[in-house]
C-alpha cells in the first residue's frame, strides 16, 4: 500500500499539475537561461522569472519610482534581447531615455506613449499586451480595479507577452489577478575597500507576493555585467512588509 | 465618356438668400447696397423691386425716389462666392465634380451621373426643383460644354436640355452676350449690329480674330465644342475616392460600419490592383440636414488591408453624428504610397524588431485614439545639455545617428524643469552638506565629484551648471545642480532628477 514517501511524492507530483494547468509551463531544457535575477527567480513557480504575464510594482515615491525603473530597466534588458521592442504607456512621464543604457537597454528600442488620461493608459496597456512583436509592456497607473486587471491577464494569455505595472499610489491598492506584487527600495551604495563616492544602484527588493511561489525579500545591487546579490547587512532601515 | 455639364444660374441669389433670412422681407421689394465714391449703388435687387424699375448699380436715392421706404440691406463683400461654395458643397450630393462660376452661377461636371436620377430630364429637374422649394429662383440648363450650358441657362427660351451635339442649333438664335465675352468686344458687335450668334457665326475665322480679338474666336469654340475648358472644382478630385450614395438615410452605427466596411472594401481592391497602399484616409458623410461630418485615419505603413483599416475607422464611429440620417458616404485617400509586397516569413523569430507588422498596426491603432503627437521614440542628439540629450525620432525606421553615451551616469527620472532646493555647503566646490526638497532634509552621506555641463558656445545665454551625484542617509540618490559660480549673486542650487 501507500507508504508515506510515495504519498509525498503523489503530492508533489499534484502541485506540479496543478501549476501546468495554471498556465506555468516548466522551461524546455535547453531554453533555460534565467533572466538575471538570481536567487529572487527562485521564489517563483519552477524556479524560472514568469514570462507572459502582469507583474506589479509599487512605488509611492518618485525615489522608489527611480529605483524600480532601474531594476524593471534590468529585467527588459533580459526580456527585449531577441530584439523586441518595448511599450512605456504612462500619462504623466519623467523617465529620461539615456539613463537605460546604463541597463544594457538601447533606449531607442522603447516607444513611448504619453496618454491624456487613465483610462487611455489601460486602454493602450490593453491593445499593447494584444500584440504578439513585443517584449514587454510597461504601464504608470494609478487605480487598476480586478476586473480591469483581469481584462489585462486575458490579454496577456494568448500573447504571452510580461506586463508591468507601476502603481504609484498605494491607498487604492486592490486585488489584482497579477502574479508578483514587487516593491523596491534604494539602499545605500558602496564602494569597494571603503572608497568614496557613490557606488552601484543598490535596492531592498520585496516580493511582496507571488502566485505559487514564496515571498522573499534581497538585496540586489546592478553592476554592469547584471544584478548581483548582496548577502544581508544590518542597514540599519526598518523593514516594513505589508503583505497585500 | 462623352460630357455633359450643368449649369446653374441664381438669378437672385443675394436676395434670396437675404429672404431666407429674413422672411418679414419675403414678397417685399428691397434692395442690397453698398458705398462707391461716396454714394450707395445698389449690388442686389429683388424682384419685385426689379419689377418697379429697379436696377443694380442704380444709387439708392433714385430707387427710394421710385419706392418710397425701400429697405436697403448692407452689402457684404464676398457674401456671394461664400454663398456659391455653401451651394456648391449641397450639390455634391449630385456630381463629385462642381465648380463656382461667379459671380451667380455654378457648373456640375455630370458626365455619367444623369442615369443614377433616372434619365436627364428628371436628374435636372431633381436639382432646379430642390433649389427652388429652399427659396432661391433658379435657372438651369445641360448640354455637351461649359459654354452652351451657360448660355441656355441665362438666355435659352426653348428647352433647358440640349442633345448632344446640338449646341450649334440652340446657340444661333441667342445675343453674344451669351458666349461670356468682354463688354467692349460685346458693344463693338451691336455696333457693327450682330445682335445674335447667328449673324456673325458665318464669317471667316481670320476677319473674326482681326476685328474682336482671339478672345471670341476661343469663347465660340467652347461653347461649340472645339476646345476642352477646364473646371476649377470646389473639391479636387483624388485619384482614390469612393462614393457611397444611400437610398435611404443611415442613422445607426451598424449602417455606418457597414457603409465604411463597404467603401474600404472597393477601395482597397483598388489600390491592390495598382500596387498602391493606403496612408491617410479621409471619411465624409453627408447628412440630410445639409451638414458633413468626417473621421480622418492615418497609418504608419502604406497598406490595403480592409481589416486593419476598419478597425482604425472604428475606433472613430462613435464621434460620427448621423442626427436626421445621412445619404452620401465619400471616401478620400489624399496620401497613398508604394507598397512593397511582404515576404512570408518561413521562420517567424521569437522577438521581432521595430518593423514587425502587428507593432505597425498595434502603433496605427494608438495613434489614431491618443494621437501620434504623443507617441514617442528618442534618438540621442549630440549634447551635453541633459534636455537636449535625445530628440524624438521622425520616423520607427529612422536609426540613431551616433552611439547612445554611457560614459556619464545620467539620472533614471528627470524633472522636466530643475526644481529649486535650499542648500548648505561647506566648501564652494564641494558637493552640498544637505538640502530641504519640498520640506524634508537630506544629509547628504556620499557624493561624486562635479560635472560640469556647459550650453553651447552658440547659446550662452545660461550659465553653466555643475552637477553632483548626491546620496542621502536614506540611500535616496539625486542629481542637483548649481546654476552659475559659486561666488555669482545669482547662483541657485537645483535637483534635476532621481538615479535608480
Known sequence: MTTPGSKKDIISQLQRDILQWEGFVPPEAGAAKGIGLGPVEAAFPNGVFPNGVIHEMLCPTREQ????SGLLAGLLSALMRNGGPCLWISKDRRLFPPSMGAFNIAPDRVIFIDAGNEKEVLWAMEEALKCKGLAAVVAEVKEISFAQSRRLQLAVESSRVTGFLLRNDLRKLSTTTCVARWQVRPLPGELEDGLPGVGYPRWQVDLMRVRNGSPGSWVLEWRPEGFVQIEHKATGITETRQVG | MKKRYVSLWFRHLLTDWTALRRPELKGKPFVIAGPDHGRMIITAASIESEREGITVGMAVADARAVIAGLPVIDHIPGKAE???KALGEWCI?????????????????ISGCAHLWGGEHDYLKEIVTRLRSKGYDVRGAMADTVGAAWAVARFGKVKPIISPGMQLEALISLPPTALRLEPGVIEKLHRLGFYTIKSFIG???????RRFGYHLLSRLDQALGGEDEPLQLLYPMEAFHERLPCLEPIRTATGIEIAIKTLLENMCKRLHSEGKGLRTAVLRCYRVDGGVVGADIGTNRPTCHTGHLFRLFELKIASVEPALGIELFTLDAPKVDDISPEQEALWVPEGAGLDDSDLLDLLDRLRNKIGAQNIHRYLPQESYWPERS?????SLAEKPATAWRTDRRRPSLLLRKPERIDVMNKLPDDPPKMFVYKGERHEIKKADDAERIEPEWWRRKRPHRDYYVVEDEQGRRYWVFRSGHYTDENSRWYLHGFFA
Open chain 1, 65 to 68: 519610482l527611480a529605483a524600480t
Open chain 2, 82 to 84: 461664400k454663398l456659391l
Open chain 2, 93 to 109: 450630393r449630385y456630381t463629385p465634380a462642381i465648380a463656382v462660376d461667379m459671380p451667380d452661377g455654378l457648373l456640375l461636371d
Open chain 2, 203 to 209: 464669317i471667316k475665322r481670320s476677319a473674326l480674330r
Open chain 2, 390 to 394: 535625445v530628440k524624438p525620432a521622425a
